[in-house]
């Protein structure tokens, strides 16, 4: 095992399960364009690395797949249920040399230490394999997303974030994988004030911050639902990528970019 981000480990540890209850699963959409890029189907393994609670997880059985779950964190891992589900890093995959068709990362992959990461995924990889990313950003473009996030960037300080696309130069560099293909979809969940408080708890640095900060930070949070009908929508933008294993991309070497 490798050493967890800090406030990853102390944070998801903490909310497991109001991160379970509060964050949303994937749209359909969204999972159907990553199943079909990745090949997935009867007869072929998925690894669903960093699977957290298994919000992806469960949702991967219906493609007929076997599927593995690799999680670090206990509390997490333990909300998944009827699939393998070892503990792992990304650093450190449980798994022999090419088990694994196709590996997913949902809502983790700007954890990953990626010097170290890449060539485990690599490794796990058969050959002609599909690396799929797949991650539900908040919509920054929404006034009530946008007055959130105000809220939220002095809590955040350094803690890794997948909007700030600092994880997709180290990928891109990489000789060990080709072109990205991606693709975007927007959908929202339905919210109460409740709701709103519980997601933004679930947050890993949230979590990890002192009571006081929390309480503080989501009484705040609630006074932004003042005068919102309930229930209201929480809007984000699914954004999906694969990428193949090295030595299995299309002709022109060139990804391309899909909107949902």
Known sequence: MTRIDPAAAVGFARAAEVYERAR???????????????RLGPGRTVVDLGAGTGKLTRLLPATGARVIAVEPIAEMRALITDVEAPEGTAEAIPLPDGTADT???????????????????????????????IWNSRDLDDPLQGALEELLVPLRRR????????????????????????????????????????????????????PHEREELLARVRALTVGLEAPFPFRYRTDVYVIPRSGDQGADGRGTSIQG
Do not use: K, N
Request: aromatic share 12%.
């Open 24 to 38: 949303p699963s994937y749209p359909p959409d969204a999972v159907a364009w990553l199943a079909e890029r990745c």
């Open 103 to 133: 590996i997913v990362v949902a809502q983790a992959f700007h954890w990953f230490d990626h010097d170290r990461a890449l060539p485990e995924l690599h490794r796990v990889l058969s050959a002609g394999g599909r690396l799929g990313l």
């Open 159 to 210: 803690v890794s974030d997948q909007q700030s696309g600092a994880w997709r130069p180290p990928l891109e560099a990489s000789p060990l994988f080709g072109a990205v293909e991606e693709a975007s979809f927007p959908f929202a969940q339905s919210f109460t004030a409740d709701d709103l408080c519980e997601r933004v708890a679930s947050t890993s640095f949230v979590a990890a911050a002192t």
